[in-house]
């Protein structure tokens, strides 16, 4: 017994040491670890439709997987120029906003004792007020070499894709040759669950995303909010984030519509209203109703996961943040040490302690 209490607490103290040593290297070496990790969540989601195509189309596996890297790819084009033509409509009907900008701005001025010119237009009375030139030409930089990575990071992602999903053809093969004995069937297990798991997550998060997304670019479109698309857009993206992103995405659509429809409160109140609706009843009550319960993380772990891996790698971090808790739970409940984790991961630990069971019986049998 207490040989057993000290591997295990061993166990324990090089799992520690793993973590931060793990850590560490994944900032550091964000620029390669974080394509490899969106890889592979890439991975999950199409290599069920590819397997299916492959066993029920006859769909050759390589064909296959170029189909779906290209869809992937068409989809970020249809995105990308759907977000481009709204910034671009912005910038042709900016005269539109000129005064509310201006009135927005006399109001701020006004507030914290900065000098406003009657004379001067909007964009006049920040370059000379706020050292706007400076903010631009740091936001050009800053935009212009965040892009060429997010492109090079896009394009090193689907390559990782590419060759990950051919490698998971030969998946089970390569784990009966890694690992013998007992623990062949538990390993097989994890990683089938984990693709499958994470996979039907990813799908419905998709899909309810995209529904959000619709909803929203409907409901622009009924009140005559301007650049509908673009709001659709960061609905759809915004919903990856759990909790902060429906609010955030609801917030800044309701400045908008005060800018756009002020003084008249009517249509500011209908799309405060409308949107806050529809991201609750989606987020709170459709969504998990489809996931279910075993895949449900904790709301706390959840915070805390938006904050780390926000903190690690941005913007992405935080939308993949979920996923890779979903993962984590998974492998946790795998490995027996690991137990006491998947539970503190957990959302309802009755919940966890029945998958965690079932799990057992299903590896006796």
Not at 193 to 208: E, M, N, P, Q, Y
Not at 263 to 269: A, L
Not at 310 to 339: D, Q, R, T
């Amino acid at each position: 017994m207490k040989e057993k209490n000290y591997s295990r607490q061993t166990f324990y103290i090089l799992m520690f040491f793993l973590v931060v040593l793990l850590g560490a290297l994944g900032k550091v070496l964000s620029s390669v670890v974080l394509p490899v990790l969106v890889s592979i969540l890439f991975s999950f989601i199409i290599y069920p439709a590819i397997k299916k195509a492959n066993s029920k189309l006859k769909i050759p596996w390589a064909l296959g997987t170029i189909l779906m890297v290209f869809l992937i790819v068409i989809i970020f084009i249809i995105i990308s120029t759907l977000v481009g033509k709204s910034i671009t409509a912005f910038l042709n009907q900016y005269s539109k906003y000129e005064n509310k900008f201006l009135f927005l701005y006399k109001v701020f001025a006004d507030t914290f004792n900065i000098t406003f010119y009657d004379d001067k237009n909007f964009m006049q009375n920040i370059w000379s007020q706020l050292k706007i030139r400076e903010v631009l030409q740091q936001l050009a930089l800053f935009l212009s070499g965040n892009i060429f990575s997010f492109v090079k990071s896009f394009g090193l992602t689907l390559l990782f894709t590419v060759f990950l999903v051919l490698e998971l053809k030969f998946g089970k093969e390569k784990v009966y040759a890694m690992v013998q004995g007992k623990f062949q069937g538990r390993v097989e297990g994890m990683i089938k669950k984990t693709i499958s798991d994470t996979a039907r997550f990813l799908t419905i998060k998709f899909f309810v995303s995209l529904a959000t997304g619709l909803l929203v670019f409907l409901m622009c479109l009924c009140l005559g909010l301007d650049f509908a698309p673009m709001w659709a857009f960061l609905a759809f993206i915004l919903n990856f984030i759990p909790t902060f992103g429906s609010i955030f995405s609801v917030l800044m659509m309701t400045l908008f519509a005060i800018l756009q429809f002020y003084p008249s409160p009517v249509r500011i109140i209908l799309v405060f209203l409308i949107t806050f609706t529809i991201n609750f009843v989606i987020g709170n009550i459709i969504e998990p109703r489809i996931v279910g319960k075993n895949l449900g993380v904790s709301p706390f772990i959840i915070l805390v996961a938006l904050t780390f891996w926000g903190w690690m790698w941005g913007f992405i971090g935080m939308i993949i943040a979920v996923p890779v808790m979903v993962i984590i739970k998974i492998v946790c409940e795998n490995v027996s040490y690991l137990h006491p984790i998947a539970i503190l991961i957990g959302n309802h630990p009755e919940d966890t302690l029945q998958e965690l069971q079932q799990d057992e019986e299903e590896e006796e049998e």
